[in-house]
């Protein structure tokens, strides 16, 4: 119950073609959904995150869709770019404030120029 | 700058060798966590702390301490290192329940 469900493990998009990574979660005191992006020799960065009360979120050209019911939620990243090649982790969290991050096991994303 | 800093970035070790990895933060924090990075598992809360000398276990806390005796500081460590502890490490902070910012990472090797 306290798994997050990523896929695909990996994915190859060309350049200008939309990116989908798609999460799911059991754990219905999850409330605050975070996507990571991480280039290769760095940390993990905060890209963009959503709460369950909006079905959509975007910021540029990143957007989370959300899906309470099917406790599902997704990345797409459109008009994709060599530059966003890097591994992706969805992540789920209460947002009640306990720091119990529960990350998905990633997608590494390759945008072929 | 803002940034959360681990030394050293890359440590080979053998086993039962004492070692810790250092996290410091300059950006007056209150919480951090350790996180370990490995292929097909992705990343597993190791300890994680809300403030000075408090901590809290995470999914994956057989073999690790830790402690935070200043607001700064938070060294993972790990008493009697064995093989299955290789990974790649990553401290974070955060002040609020969300977005953490990570360090760089450690790669840290048991033989």
């Known amino acids: 119950q306290q798994q997050v469900k990523q896929s695909p493990q990996s994915l190859i998009v060309q350049k200008g073609g939309i990116s989908i990574i798609n999460c799911a979660y059991e754990?219905?005191?999850?409330?605050?959904f975070p996507w990571y992006q991480q280039f290769p020799g760095k940390g993990p960065a905060l890209l963009i995150a959503?709460?369950?009360?909006?079905s959509e979120k975007k910021e540029g050209r990143f957007t989370i869709s959300f899906n309470k019911s099917a406790k599902q939620f997704s990345l797409h990243i459109m008009d994709s770019q060599p530059g966003d090649s890097a591994t992706y982790f969805c992540?789920?969290?209460?947002?009640?404030?306990?720091?119990?991050?529960?990350f998905g096991t990633g997608t590494r994303l390759k945008v072929l120029a | 700058e803002a940034q959360v800093t681990q030394n050293p970035r890359y440590l080979i070790t053998v086993t039962g060798k004492k070692l810790t990895v250092t996290c410091s933060q300059n950006?007056?924090?209150?919480?951090m966590s350790w996180y370990r990075q490995d292929p097909g598992l992705g990343l597993r809360q190791i300890y994680y702390?809300?403030?000075?000398?408090?901590?809290d276990k995470g999914d994956v806390p057989e073999g690790y301490k830790v402690s935070r005796k200043e607001k700064r500081n938070f060294p993972l460590i790990l008493e009697s290192p064995s093989p299955n502890q290789t990974s790649l490490y990553f401290c974070?902070?955060?002040?609020?329940?969300?977005?953490?910012?990570f360090g760089s990472g450690t790669r840290l090797t048991v033989v």
């Open positions: 974070a902070s955060s002040d609020r329940p969300y977005g953490y910012t």
């Open positions: 754990n219905t005191a999850f409330d605050y």
């Open positions: 959503i709460r369950p009360d909006v």
């Open positions: 992540a789920a969290t209460p947002f009640s404030g306990t720091y119990k991050y529960i």
């Open positions: 950006m007056n924090h209150e919480y």
């Open positions: 702390s809300m403030n000075v000398e408090v901590t």
